[in-house]
């Protein structure tokens, strides 16, 4: 049976949950929780998808990543209002969630999220260390070129620009990067697709 996610990581994924045509993956709401948390702006109304399921991404992702990997998504319940995307969750560890908000009907991802909930006491190093690996683990996945060092190191970066800062974002190429950190409660890595322009 699937342990219920606890209230501090639903506050902290809701402040990712954006109203007025914007919308962004949020965990399970099994306890009651406010809904005038303030939010980040995310995932744009028109944003394109990845070429890639979350079942196809979760595959390559496990295989990739023998000993760090991401089990099954849990969908979240539609709000109202919104009929253009599902939303999924999954649990790692006690401290860490990957979450993604997809394309309905096709299950492609317009968005994939690793949600860090910072921890007190001897565990701190490892479990900040965990959380880094996931998500270079993570970034690799939409950028195979990266090295696992160049990875890490990017997640590194991205973090010291986006430290204290609720919206952080950097776009390369046909992905952008969000950092949302939200102290304690919670440190995101977003990853996006943006539409290129065609040049005149």
Same mark, same amino acid.
Do not use: C, W
């Given at each position: 049976m699937k342990k219920a996610? /606890?209230? $501090?990581?639903?506050? +902290?994924?809701l402040l990712l949950t954006l109203g007025s045509g914007v919308a *962004?993956? #949020? !965990? !399970?709401?099994?306890? +009651?929780?406010?809904d005038d948390t303030p939010t980040a702006p995310y995932l744009m109304p028109g944003a394109p998808t *990845?070429?890639?399921?979350?079942?196809? *991404? $979760?595959?390559? &992702?496990?295989?990739?990543? !023998?000993t760090q990997q991401i089990g099954e998504f849990r969908s979240i319940a539609d709000k109202p209002g919104d009929t253009l995307l599902t939303r999924a969750a999954s649990k790692i560890n006690e401290d860490l969630y990957a979450s993604t908000a997809l394309e309905k009907g096709t299950?492609?991802?317009?968005?994939?999220?690793?949600? &860090?909930? !910072?921890?007190?006491g001897a565990d701190e190093k490892a479990a900040h260390a965990t959380a880094i690996s996931y998500m270079a683990n993570l970034l690799r996945q939409f #950028? /195979?070129?990266?090295s696992?060092?160049?990875s890490v190191a990017k997640v590194n970066a991205l973090i010291d620009k986006g430290k204290g800062l609720p919206f952080y974002q950097q776009q390369v190429g046909a992905v952008r990067y969000v950092i949302s950190d939200n102290g304690e409660k919670g440190l995101t890595l977003a990853i996006e697709p943006v539409k290129l322009a065609l040049a005149n």
């Open positions: 996610l /606890p209230l $501090r990581l639903i506050s +902290t994924l *962004f993956a #949020d !965990p !399970p709401t099994d306890h +009651t929780v406010v *990845f070429e890639m399921t979350l079942v196809s *991404f $979760r595959e390559k &992702y496990n295989i990739a990543n !023998p299950g492609k991802i317009k968005s994939m999220q690793m949600t &860090y909930m !910072p921890i007190q #950028d /195979p070129t990266m696992v060092d160049q």
